[in-house]
């Protein structure tokens, strides 16, 4: 639970993005995605806009565009949901490649995908260039609630833990002679799920009683991060203020 404790996204650099506040690449990242998000359907120009914009980000954070894109992948199941939306939405038909599909189809099938993976994507560039501390540092100088801080970073924490726990457990399920892989195994795998679940109830019992020892309030002690400066702020405006007139240009052409 260190305060330098970081996350499997991120990478660590030197770069401008990583030497910003955490604060001012939340609420950078934060009013990107809503502009995103508020882009009509018919934006496919201003979707082009948003990922050029994002590449640029990319490109200064020094993060390899395979590394974005691979982790980004996440919101596959949207992808493969919005293919299906031309075909089975109603209105005016249009043909692609000798197909016929519906046009409002095809473009909130367009929007889904933009959305997604710009989302995700800028979502990863914010992990990959910020600690978990300091993203909760910096949501917490943005008047982020403690107590949902609090609770985000003990999440964080103990996903990352349960899931280095259900490694070594299934690593010594198959040491054993025993992978399980079907249905009908499905017996040992509760059992697991069981020890899993009894060991991370215990293991939160005696980190809570130590955090207590500690004298814990209630609060995660804050890491000492420098705060973003007026400079810091007018040079990360350019990412929101670009989605957001990507969108507006595309509700005035409508």
């Known amino acids: 639970m260190a305060a330098g404790h970081a996350h499997a996204l991120y990478v660590h650099g030197h770069s401008p993005v990583h030497r910003l506040a955490p604060e001012v690449k939340v609420a950078a990242a934060f009013l990107f995605v809503i502009g995103v998000a508020l882009t009509p359907n018919e934006g496919t120009w201003a979707f082009g806009v948003d990922l050029v914009a994002l590449l640029v980000v990319v490109r200064l954070a020094e993060l390899p565009l ?5 982790r980004a992948m996440v919101v596959l199941p949207f992808i493969v949901f919005a293919v299906f939306i031309p075909f089975i939405a109603s209105g005016d038909r249009v043909e692609v ?16 995908v933009a959305k997604s993976v710009i989302g995700a ?12 501390p300091a993203i909760m540092a910096g949501l917490a100088r943005l008047r982020v609630p403690v107590v949902l801080t609090t609770i985000a970073t003990f999440m964080i ?5 349960l899931t280095g726990e259900l490694g070594r457990m299934r690593t010594a399920m198959t040491a054993r002679g ?7 195994q499905v017996k040992p795998i509760a059992s697991s799920a069981g020890a899993l679940f009894v060991r991370s109830y215990e293991r939160g ?17 804050a890491p000492s991060l420098r ?3 007026t400079r810091q702020w007018l040079a990360v405006l350019w990412l929101p203020a670009v989605s957001i007139a990507a969108t507006v240009g595309t509700v005035t052409s409508l």
């Open 157 to 161: 924490r103990y996903l990352e833990v």
């Open 227 to 229: 705060h973003g400066d």
């Open 121 to 132: 994507s800028t979502t990863v560039v914010l992990a990959g260039t910020t600690e978990t």
């Open 178 to 184: 025993y992978d399980p892989r079907w249905l009908w």
């Open 205 to 221: 019992e005696r980190v809570h009683a130590a955090m207590l020892a500690r004298g814990f309030t209630g609060e995660m002690p």
């Open 97 to 112: 490649l000798g197909v016929a599909v519906s046009a409002e189809g095809l473009a909130a099938a367009r929007a889904i």
């Open 66 to 70: 395979r590394f974005v894109a691979s």
